[in-house]
């Protein structure tokens, strides 16, 4: 199985190049994110909760986003493999995959980290704002409060992976198929 985590700051674009992993190597995108937003617009109980935690630019706290990921897992059973975006965000959910995905014998097979400097990541999220009308985004405190959370909680989770010999360092900077290619050779390598 084919299990890659995207990693990198809001604005990085793991969800734009998530869409071209999933359609070449055949796995089922996972976006915490975009499974959080569904759960918000459909009121369920569980959008309430982590709703009040991203209206304030913070994380959803481990339990809940370790819960409903899991629950997505084992929906596809005859998985491939799976994308993980915007997952693992702290060190604790990176031990809470590494155990889960152990339990079926199964690891993470590498972390694609996406590097972009902090000027370039306000830029596009700026931008994503004005097209895909997400209001977390178009707000420069909660992009500020987001890039720092990243950088204080999120980041640490690398040296977890790099530690296991798993982290993959992507430039990604530059046309969105450069840096698709770039990703491809990573995974074509593995």
């Given amino acids: 199985m084919l299990h890659i985590i995207l990693f990198g700051p809001p604005g990085a674009g793991k969800g734009t190049q998530a869409a071209f992993l999933q359609e070449k190597y055949n796995l089922i995108h996972l976006s915490t994110g975009d499974i959080f937003r569904y759960h918000i617009k459909n009121n369920t109980e569980l959008g309430a909760k982590a709703k009040a935690f991203m209206d304030k630019g913070q994380l959803v706290p481990d339990s809940l986003t370790i ?26 959910q990176a031990e809470a995959l590494d155990n889960f995905l152990a339990s079926r014998n199964e690891a993470i097979s590498a972390l694609l980290s996406l590097e972009v400097p902090e000027a370039e990541l ?10 895909s009308g997400r209001a977390d985004d ?7 409060n987001r890039i720092a959370v990243y ?40």
Avoid: W
Avoid at 124 to 130: G, V
Avoid at 161 to 181: F, P
Avoid at 183 to 189: E, Q, S, T
């Fill in 151 to 190: 950088r204080k909680e999120t980041e640490p989770v690398k040296s977890h992976y790099q530690a296991l010999g798993k982290h993959i360092k992507i430039d990604g900077i530059g046309s969105i198929s450069e840096i698709s290619e770039r990703l491809f050779v990573a995974i074509d390598a593995l």
């Fill in 138 to 144: 178009a707000d420069p405190k909660v992009i500020e």
């Fill in 67 to 92: 819960e409903l990921l899991e629950s997505e897992v084992i929906k596809h059973a005859d998985a491939k493999g799976f994308i993980f975006d915007g997952f693992p965000r702290t060190s604790a």
């Fill in 122 to 131: 306000k830029s596009r999220l700026a931008e994503r704002a004005k097209t």
